[in-house]
């Protein structure tokens, strides 16, 4: 965790805390325990973060946004549950998945039940405030759905275009950090154009971010920090922002190539990864990922310069968010 | 449907197609499609008639019911979608289950989606209400969750005491029942005392019906009417109030013959249901799970005697009360 924000970490990690000692013993287990399992994994806890520092941000006591940070935190574990069934995924952070541990019944329902308890979360606030959190919270739920969905599809979508892999990344994964800001600006009682703002910084963060981890996946120079294996996007012939940029702008013989390559299945891991890079490369898609994800970065820090607050934690946020996308890098 | 609550069932059955008026052609389709599809088998709409029912009850407009009326036929229609995943069911009101027609991600998520907007449905009242309202929908949420898990639990459980199996199926299936009387009857802004006495009615009403859905299921002399394999239970070996009931009161013998019988898979389906009928009716099983069902039956209606509301609409609800459970007689 960088340093800047660890006492708001510190305080989110402990109310976790608090709420998963609720979780030993109650029954039926089937239900409970991937519960604790899951949020027991880890992870950067990124977005409960996210809540606590737009309070913060409002010089408001980030306690009050509490509820909210562990709202998304639950909203996002039940999304992992759901999309390693989904993905068929039997690892995740180096455990087995919940429906590998236990079985895709359980999966299902310890999932169903997070969804419901990151609505209940929320129920801790006043009249106004709760209406309001749900509302972003349930629009905002219903977008990474949707992300999810359009994900899937390209999976086996003949064309995709570069607009329509933005919006879908945009519903998948940069929407919740917009949300899980501006859940904890409304924890501030601030305004609504400081709520937009604040929404629309995490929204295009999200966007650089994911375009970053796109590009890492293929051009990471350093294998450990990233922790995956390099390349594995290119040979499950996911379509990511490098390859639908390669495909737009492939002149015929390099598009041959790609459909070649990206169809076979049974060639060598290593003359695939070379020939699609090779391909990359004529086309330069390393630095116009980092061009668009650099637009992104730039949308991003305008919204957060127009939101009303102290420059010093603006600032503050901006490096947090800078050294963020760094590791992306 | 029955015929003095007509207009009731017309009130909502309108609302429900100019809500899905709204899913024809939105994006992605693969999880609205689903939405429209399940919401199109029909079904007895129970659940948001109880909503309007209770609303009107007490005198108050039954529109003002229709959003929650929408909620719980939205969350009755995801648990669907998710238990017949659970259930590995292929069909469902004579027509392909969600993850037969398209395939169980689809299923999961399409499902997801619904469990949302069915809080959704509930952005419709004010600040007040909606809290009210989102707590009530949320622990009956996760009630009903609890009960699915303690059903799949039950499945490889070496004994389940009759005592276990109530309270399995009160979660399951009878809170849902007392939630959609308790939100129609807060949106009639009614007493505390009025809310709990509802609820109460629901959810005893809720266990009665499903005991004699247990019974129906061996006991049916009427096939057409049920439109069910009749035995089915018997030979899936399924745990109903039966058969736990028949194992509580066995002697030694009969235990033998129903662990024996039960633990058949190849014998021919007759002589299973055969064998296992002869033992419930030494055992007095049909008697015993119709008083037991009367038993709750009393409950809900000496609840539903203590709301205070117009003579002639508690009569009226008796009476709808009690009709239901003759279907199952």
Chains 1, 2 share one sequence.
């Not at 949300?179 to 966007?207: D, R």
């Not at 330069?284 to 420059?311: F, G, R």
Request: proline residues 2%; neutral net charge.
């Amino acid at each position: 965790m960088l340093n800047q924000y660890q006492n708001l970490m510190d305080l989110f990690l402990r109310h976790l805390e608090s709420y998963k000692i609720n979780l030993i013993g109650k029954k039926p287990e089937e239900l409970y325990e991937p519960e604790d399992y899951i949020l027991s994994l880890g992870g950067k806890r990124l977005r409960p973060l996210l809540a606590l520092i737009a309070c913060d941000l409002f010089d408001k006591n980030p306690k009050l946004a509490l509820h909210s940070a562990l709202a998304v935190e639950l909203f996002h574990n039940f999304s992992l549950i759901h999309d390693d069934i989904l993905d068929a995924a039997p690892i995740r952070r180096n455990m087995p998945t919940v429906h590998k541990k236990w079985n895709t019944n359980i999966a299902i329902l310890s999932g169903d039940v997070m969804l419901v308890k990151s609505f209940q979360s929320l129920e801790n606030y006043g009249f106004k405030e709760f209406k309001k959190l749900s509302k972003i919270f349930n629009d905002t739920a219903i977008q990474v759905c949707e992300g999810q969905q359009m994900d899937m599809n390209f999976e086996t979508a003949a064309h995709v275009s570069v607009e329509d892999y933005i919006h879908m990344i945009t519903l998948k994964t940069a929407v919740l950090l917009g949300c899980s800001l501006k859940m904890g600006a409304v924890n501030a009682y601030t305004s609504e154009e400081n709520l937009n703002n604040i929404y629309e910084f995490g929204k295009h963060l999200g966007i650089a971010f994911q375009l970053l981890d796109d590009k890492l996946d293929t051009f990471s120079e350093n294998l450990e920090k990233f922790g995956k294996q390099i390349g594995g996007d290119i040979l499950a012939s996911k379509k990511t922002f490098l390859l639908i940029k390669a495909m737009e702008l492939s002149d015929d013989r390099q598009k041959k190539d790609l459909i070649k390559y990206l169809g076979l299945k049974t060639i060598a891991s290593d003359k695939k990864i070379e020939c699609v890079l090779s391909i990359y490369n004529e086309l330069n898609i390393k630095k116009l990922c980092e061009q668009e994800a650099h637009k992104h970065t730039n949308i991003a820090l305008d919204n957060l310069n127009k939101v009303e607050a102290s420059s010093l934690k603006k600032d503050q946020l901006k490096i947090f968010a800078l050294e963020l996308l760094k590791r992306q890098v």
